[in-house]
T-cell receptor, first 112, second 115 residues
Framework: NAGVTQTPKFQVLKTGQSMTLQCAQD?????MYWYRQDPGMGLRLIYY???????DKGEVPNGYNVSRLNKREFSLRLESAAPSQTSVYFC???????????FGPGTRLLVL | LAKTTQPISMDSYEGQEVNITCSHN???????ITWYQQFPSQGPRFIIQ???TKVTNEVASLFIPADRKSSTLSLPRVSLSDTAVYYC????????????????FGTGTRLKVLA
């Protein structure tokens, strides 16, 4: 049981480049989440998916898009990366919306 | 949306009991209180959750007074490995797969355990 996995672990982008962060969970959870965490700060919710086929905006959705590919996978896309998107990105899942969340190891993104 | 207020940081010594209080004055009837722990370079990890009175597990205790406007996470006999950031969240657990996700992590309490 791997729990929540994220790829890549680390990425460097140039301003304007695009990329997709991948997240998968093997706990058969219905709900999934994407957060960002800036240095010394708490987590801010970017998008969430209450169940397969649904996605909703969180606190800071601008500059991001998401896809709930299936029940296991929830990807986060940066269409045109900006230095302000330099952060650590965490994916999480829970059995139902707002139940206990299980987090992945994070993806460290540096945008130059 | 219930806003939470926690101390920014706390220091303690090994072997002491640590109590971290979270204020949530506008908690709603259906809201639960959840605490997470985050070590550096890792994602948060669930510690404990409660609705009222007292909840205890192998890691911590959670005390919630009758008015539920605050809660206290109690860590017994802390060790150096308990140095982490602790987040208090308040939100409605009954949303199922519909409704709006209402949990906000905030900046948490940075606990430093000293030898």
């Amino acid at each position: 049981n791997a729990g929540v996995t994220q790829t890549p672990k680390f990425q460097v982008l140039k301003t304007g480049q695009s990329m997709t962060l991948q997240c998968a969970q093997d706990m058969n959870h219905n709900s999934m989440y994407w957060y960002r965490q800036d240095p010394g700060m708490g987590l801010r919710l970017i998008y969430y998916s209450a169940s397969e086929g649904t996605t909703d905006k969180g606190e800071v959705p601008n500059g991001y898009n998401v896809s709930r590919l299936n029940k296991r996978e929830f990807s986060l896309r940066l269409e045109s990366a900006a230095p302000s998107q330099t952060s650590v990105y965490f994916c999480a899942s829970s059995e139902w919306l707002a139940e206990t969340q299980y987090f992945g190891p994070g993806t460290r993104l540096l945008v130059l | 949306l219930a806003k939470t207020t926690q101390p920014i940081s706390m220091d303690s010594y090994e072997g002491q009991e640590v109590n971290i209080t979270c204020s949530h004055n506008n908690i709603a009837t259906n809201d639960y209180i959840t605490w997470y722990q985050q070590f550096p370079s890792q994602g948060p990890r669930f510690i404990i959750q409660g609705y009222k009175t007292k909840v205890t597990n192998e890691v911590a205790s959670l005390f919630i007074p009758a008015d539920r406007k605050s809660s206290t996470l109690s860590l017994p006999r802390v060790s150096l490995s308990d140095t982490a950031v602790y987040y208090c969240l308040v939100g409605d657990r009954s949303a199922g797969t519909s409704g709006t996700y209402k949990y906000i992590f905030g900046t948490g309490t940075r606990l430093k355990v000293l030898a």
